[in-house]
């Protein structure tokens, strides 16, 4: 076989796995199936995911502007309002604190605190 011959095959088969693709769409949206095209159902995900990056980035910021947390430890999940923090502060006071400072901020419906108190290695 040659390479021509080859690429004509690789052809056929590419457009007959796409051909069966679209026929299996067309197949899964009968009568009352979501016959929204998977595009448009992209950007809402798409903007969620932006949304809660942002929010992630402003509760973080909060935190950060409260100098006497050491906010390198803590990270920040947010998930449509839902913000998960997790990590080490250096004492037990500012997990409580963390948690309040974090429910101000504008967009946080709840708030899931799994902050731990960093165990120290210097005999402290």
């Not at 899964?28 to 949304?51: E, H, L, T």
Request: avoid cysteine; aromatic fraction near 4%.
């Amino acid at each position: 076989m040659n390479i021509r011959t080859g690429l004509g095959y690789l052809g056929a088969l590419v457009f007959a796995v796409v051909s069966l693709g679209a026929l299996a769409q067309t197949a899964a949206s009968g009568p009352g199936a979501n016959d929204a095209p998977p595009v448009a159902s992209a950007a809402p995900a798409k903007s969620q995911r932006a949304a809660n990056r942002a929010l992630r980035r402003r509760v973080y910021a909060t935190v950060v502007k409260h100098q006497e947390i050491d906010a390198g430890n803590i990270s920040v999940v947010a998930r449509g309002g839902a913000v998960t923090l997790d990590g080490t502060v250096s004492d037990a006071s500012q997990i409580s604190k963390v948690e309040d400072i974090v429910r101000g901020v504008p967009g946080v419906a709840s708030v899931t605190n799994r902050l731990a108190v960093r165990k120290s290695f210097n005999g402290e």
